[in-house]
């Protein structure tokens, strides 16, 4: 799961022709860190609940990678 | 005389004596007229128009769910009206009995933006408002090209028997039918639907028969101009704005409508929104409010006041919140049609919690090189960042409504 996510953050960050990361981790803020816009973001969550079928921001925003992979986690 | 009334290529000729032998053998017809068979649909429009009473038309696919949601009384489904006519003598006589047909009404059913399908009743009066019956038209050849449920296509088939033309099925087959079935029969006019158009685009093929090519049923695309104009180099074209609930509105060149001074007191436009007056439309049923104005849901740009020129921008249900950017599909579809390798496209949101929807797209390519990259870049000098789908699938056919629209998702 992690692996995917990882995937589909890059596959974002190149189609926007923003710098793609070589190692993401759980720390890494989605904003501040990796540079995701408004729309990136938008875009990532719909990715991963075309993929998990989960909407990651369903009750806030979260700020980081291992947020992300917390919540799929908890719903698995 | 024996003209052709209506033909489908290597299966149906039916010439208009045939079709008043047929009409004078039945005892009865359908209420509910629920046919895949498009001529024995026309068939049973004009026994109902002879006999002068009722008839519905639906689709022949729809599940037993689906009329349930339409509210059609069970004791309907199956009945049958008695003809109680004399016999008709001839064509002429068949005319002069359509068109005294003043108890005759005709309802069909809009697929409804909001998924509630609507019903809506026509006169014969409603029906033919737009209707141009002439000595100068009673050689055309109409290509049929929608679905005979859809409004567009009830008045294409007015427009072709009052002026007793032949109508040459063009909807739901194969492209190279279609190309042989406007060489076969010499087809002089087809109206379709921007999406048919856009897939029957071939730069290989030329018609030299077509005079006349309409537009209807979608959003205008120019787009399409050029390539068309090309395949029928004869064809003056001709943009319709009509709507189940209205009938024919306004014909136009291009994607500018002049408004007629006899139409100038019949609309307004409010907020950029097109308002009718309710009298000249069918009657509507349901939650429908009884203004005087009926409001259409469609957006118009004014493009001058002298003379009144308007074009349509899409539908006001049709938008895309995007983060509080408005986003018309339309707009965006005819850009992604634009770039080369494309061949049809349909721009839809995706719900979700960050931006309330996400623009995403699905594409029908026509060449292997296209990728999601060259859509991206191509894009990125067009379309505000908002604008631009975000998700891009390629898929090998858009879904198009019974009617030949583009399904959004």
Redesign the interface.
Known sequence: METKIHEIINLILINRKKNKVDEISNEHHLRDYLNLDSLDLAELTVRIENEFGIDVFEDGIVETVGEIIEKLKKNE | MNNIFYTELNKILVTYNDLIIDINKQISYLFISRSSDYYLTFRNIIISLINNTEIIIIDSDLSDIEIKSLNIQEDDINKKINCTFNKIKDEKDLLERIKNANNWSLTIYTSGTTGVPKKVTHTFLSLTKAVKVDNNKSDDIWGFAYNPTHIAGIQVFFQALLNLNQIVRLFQISNNDIYSSINNYQITNISATPTYYRLLVNKSEIFTSVKRLTFGGEVFDENLISPLQIMFPNAKILNIYASTEIGTLFISHCDEFTVQEELKNKIKIINGELYVLRNILGKLEGNDNNDEWYKTNDKVEILSNEPLKIKFVGRINETIN??GYKVFPVEIEKIINNIPGVRNCVVYG?K????GN?I?CDIEKESEELN??LI?NFLKSKLQ??KIP??IKFVSTIKTTRTGKVTRL
């Open positions: 995007v983060g995706k979700n919690s960050v931006m996400l995403c999601e990259e991206f960042p908002y975000r998700i």
